[in-house]
């Protein structure tokens, strides 16, 4: 397919993006550190962290891993933690040592905790207290040698510390009882590591920079490889898609979305590290009075979210004030990671001025691969254009190039796609061709401006507020429980999630009740993955082979 949308690009947009300008993530973090020294670079709980500070602790944690922990240039470091100062710190620090990051969900289960662990061979993690009791469930089936502990406060002021870290644990009653021996408390290991020189990594774009766990288009989770040239390629894409209307050393933006999620660990923490900005990190986004607080007294530029998120802000009691402080100051709003209702965005647009500028990407694209110019003025309710150095193209069942406004899958390709999925050549044959085109398992179409629409999932994926979840996982676990014969898993419409699970169950058992399922899903599933919904039926639908069809679980009655 030719590039059709390159002659429709806003004025000032590449057709190519400078790839080449950085070596790796690493180099961008540094140039950055000595460009905006005095700047802050991530505020949260009301402290800021300037890029000098940055430089300093991630210098002092990397020399950590390399001297005290002893980990070697590849070595894994997972990393557990929601929206807080101590995710930067450790990213950049275990980048800056030559480590490979693994983001982890706080939220996992300690099943799905061991998988991620073990499949990715991590030696080193560091969690949040919060969630240390997961860990201990499991950590001894794992490669984890060393574990790195943190609290909500802990890169706070002293005093501040104190007082967060004690109303988190105490009258929160937010941490569970854990043993973990031989932890290391965060603040210990940056204490120790500023006593080390950071040894020298020479670090190039072939290097693995994340293990970014996701479903793919199939099956359990997989290991994205994306390396510091995938990431660096999709910031500078993404960097030539937003520069003509932002501006170096000046921007703040908001980041409601967790960071473990590749959506806004590029769109918000790596692209903004680079532009010099003021990322502003919301730890609960679902506390919407204390999220709707921090937007009132902030002059934000800049704001990310997914749908579900929007919805909820705009129909939160105070929400309207948000916009008479915020005076004008917004420029850009970006909706991802699920597809966004034309009434939320048009509901937005009303309320704070700006549209809601939708994209569309995959974790396996590291992740951006299309966005609506930043120069529309309504919301289109398309996925937008491929951004700068991305071809792709809408392929039929054999691979085929469709005619425009036919529907068929998306492909990709360009220098921002994965070099395949960790430890799995056949999983990665089939989504991945020789000469790099993507497949992204996405029923789209395009038009002739090369604007792409998105029609539906090939896969049976089911996105929960923005995350994936895959019905075999689901229906695994629900095979798990005694009582169940079949089971069958798809997604249902919610107002309040786009979707939710919903599980179609045969019982073993004549006694088994929806609630007993619920909870036998919430004991070994993060809550995102648990049904809402259980429907018992006398049988399931089938293929010839006795394969459960999803989609027709959606349209037979129930027995």
Same mark, same amino acid.
């Given at each position: 397919?030719?590039?059709?949308?390159?002659?429709?690009?806003?004025?000032?947009?590449?057709?190519?993006?400078?790839?080449?300008?950085?070596?790796?993530?690493?180099?961008?973090?540094?140039?950055?550190?000595?460009?905006?020294?005095?700047?802050?670079?991530?505020?949260?709980?009301?402290?800021?962290?300037?890029?000098?500070?940055?430089?300093?602790?991630?210098?002092?944690?990397?020399?950590?891993?390399?001297?005290?922990?002893?980990?070697?240039?590849?070595?894994?470091?997972?990393?557990?933690?929601?929206?807080?100062?101590?995710?930067?710190?450790?990213?950049?620090?275990?980048?800056?040592?030559?480590?490979?990051?693994?983001?982890?969900?706080?939220?996992?289960?300690?099943?799905?905790?061991?998988?991620?662990?073990?499949?990715?061979?991590?030696?080193?993690?560091?969690?949040?207290?919060?969630?240390?009791?997961?860990?201990?469930?499991?950590?001894?089936?794992?490669?984890?040698?060393?574990?790195?502990?943190?609290?909500?406060?802990?890169?706070?002021?002293?005093?501040?510390?104190?007082?967060?870290?004690?109303?988190?644990?105490?009258?929160?009653?937010?941490?569970?009882?854990?043993?973990?021996?031989?932890?290391?408390?965060?603040?210990?290991?940056?204490?120790?590591?500023?006593?080390?020189?950071?040894?020298?990594?020479?670090?190039?774009?072939?290097?693995?920079?994340?293990?970014?766990?996701?479903?793919?288009?199939?099956?359990?989770?997989?290991?994205?490889?994306?390396?510091?040239?995938?990431?660096?390629?999709?910031?500078?894409?993404?960097?030539?898609?937003?520069?003509?209307?932002?501006?170096?050393?000046?921007?703040?933006?908001?980041?409601?979305?967790?960071?473990?999620?590749?959506?806004?660990?590029?769109?918000?923490?790596?692209?903004?590290?680079?532009?010099?900005?003021?990322?502003?990190?919301?730890?609960?986004?679902?506390?919407?009075?204390?999220?709707?607080?921090?937007?009132?007294?902030?002059?934000?530029?800049?704001?990310?979210?997914?749908?579900?998120?929007?919805?909820?802000?705009?129909?939160?009691?105070?929400?309207?004030?948000?916009?008479?402080?915020?005076?004008?100051? *917004?420029? @850009?709003?970006? =909706? &991802?990671?699920?597809? /966004? $209702?034309?009434?939320?965005?048009? #509901?937005?647009?009303?309320? !704070?001025?700006?549209?809601?500028?939708?994209?569309?990407?995959?974790?396996?694209?590291?992740?951006?691969?299309?966005?609506?110019?930043?120069?529309?003025?309504?919301?289109?309710?398309?996925?937008?254009?491929?951004?700068?150095?991305?071809?792709?193209?809408?392929?039929?069942?054999?691979?085929?190039? *469709?005619? @425009?406004?036919? =529907? &068929?899958?998306?492909? /990709? $390709?360009?220098?921002?796609?994965? #070099?395949?999925?960790?430890? !799995?050549?056949?999983?990665?044959?089939?989504?991945?061709?020789?000469?790099?085109?993507?497949?992204?398992?996405?029923?789209?179409?395009?038009?002739?401006?090369?604007?792409?629409?998105?029609?539906?999932?090939?896969?049976?994926?089911?996105?929960?507020?923005?995350?994936?979840?895959?019905?075999?996982?689901?229906?695994?676990?629900?095979?798990?429980?005694?009582? /169940?014969?079949?089971?069958?898993?798809?997604?249902?419409?919610?107002?309040?999630?786009?979707?939710?699970?919903?599980?179609?169950?045969?019982?073993?058992?004549?006694?088994?009740?929806?609630?007993?399922?619920?909870?036998?899903?919430?004991?070994?599933?993060?809550?995102?993955?648990?049904?809402?919904?259980?429907?018992?039926?006398?049988?399931?639908?089938?293929?010839?082979?006795?394969?459960?069809?999803?989609?027709?679980?959606?349209? /037979?009655?129930?027995?």
């Amino acid at each position: 397919m030719n590039p059709i949308w390159l002659e429709h690009y806003p004025p000032g947009v590449p057709s190519e993006a400078s790839i080449l300008r950085f070596d790796s993530l690493k180099d961008l973090l540094e140039q950055s550190c000595e460009r905006f020294r005095a700047r802050p670079a991530f505020t949260n709980l009301g402290v800021s962290l300037s890029y000098d500070e940055l430089d300093r602790r991630s210098q002092a944690f990397g020399a950590w891993l390399q001297h005290e922990a002893g980990l070697r240039r590849g070595e894994r470091v997972a990393i557990m933690l929601p929206n807080l100062l101590q995710y930067p710190v450790a990213l950049f620090g275990a980048l800056r040592a030559g480590m490979v990051v693994v983001n982890v969900n706080p939220l996992y289960t300690a099943r799905e905790l061991q998988h991620q662990l073990a499949d990715s061979g991590a030696t080193a993690i560091v969690v949040l207290e919060n969630f240390a009791h997961t860990l201990q469930e499991i950590v001894a089936t794992t490669a984890v040698r060393h574990v790195i502990t943190t609290r909500v406060g802990d890169l706070l002021p002293p005093f501040k510390a104190c007082l967060v870290n004690f109303a988190v644990k105490w009258i929160k009653r937010g941490v569970p009882p854990w043993q973990l021996p031989g932890a290391v408390a965060f603040n210990a290991a940056l204490g120790r590591g500023v006593h080390h020189r950071l040894d020298e990594v020479q670090i190039t774009q072939d290097d693995i920079a994340f293990l970014q766990y996701t479903g793919g288009t199939t099956g359990v989770a997989k290991g994205a490889i994306l390396t510091h040239g995938n990431l660096v390629a999709n910031v500078e894409q993404t960097s030539a898609w937003i520069g003509n209307i932002l501006r170096e050393g000046e921007e703040v933006v908001i980041t409601p979305l967790p960071l473990y999620h590749v959506f806004a660990l590029t769109a918000n923490l790596l692209t903004f590290v680079k532009w010099g900005a003021n990322d502003v990190l919301i730890t609960n986004p679902r506390d919407i009075p204390g999220f709707i607080k921090v937007l009132r007294k902030t002059r934000f530029t800049v704001i990310t979210g997914v749908n579900t998120l929007y919805h909820k802000l705009l129909d939160a009691p105070g929400f309207e004030r948000v916009k008479q402080a915020n005076a004008g100051a *917004l420029k @850009l709003a970006v =909706a &991802g990671g699920m597809s /966004v $209702q034309r009434s939320v965005a048009e #509901r937005w647009q009303q309320r !704070m001025g700006v549209p809601l500028i939708e994209g569309y990407g995959l974790t396996e694209a590291s992740p951006i691969v299309c966005a609506n110019p930043l120069d529309a003025r309504e919301f289109s309710g398309a996925i937008g254009m491929p951004i700068p150095s991305t071809r792709v193209e809408i392929r039929d069942e054999a691979g085929n190039p *469709l005619p @425009l406004g036919e =529907a &068929g899958e998306l492909c /990709v $390709q360009g220098p921002q796609v994965m #070099r395949g999925y960790w430890n !799995m050549p056949d999983e990665t044959a089939s989504v991945l061709s020789v000469d790099g085109w993507l497949r992204t398992g996405d029923i789209c179409e395009m038009d002739a401006r090369g604007m792409v629409r998105f029609v539906d999932r090939g896969k049976d994926v089911v996105v929960v507020s923005g995350f994936k979840v895959y019905p075999n996982e689901v229906e695994e676990v629900l095979m798990l429980h005694p009582g /169940v014969r079949e089971a069958g898993v798809t997604g249902v419409p919610d107002e309040k999630s786009g979707e939710v699970v919903k599980a179609f169950v045969v019982k073993r058992n004549p006694a088994l009740t929806a609630a007993e399922l619920i909870a036998h899903c919430r004991a070994n599933l993060a809550a995102y993955k648990v049904p809402k919904q259980v429907e018992f039926r006398d049988r399931l639908p089938k293929s010839p082979i006795g394969k459960v069809l999803r989609r027709a679980l959606k349209q /037979v009655p129930a027995a």
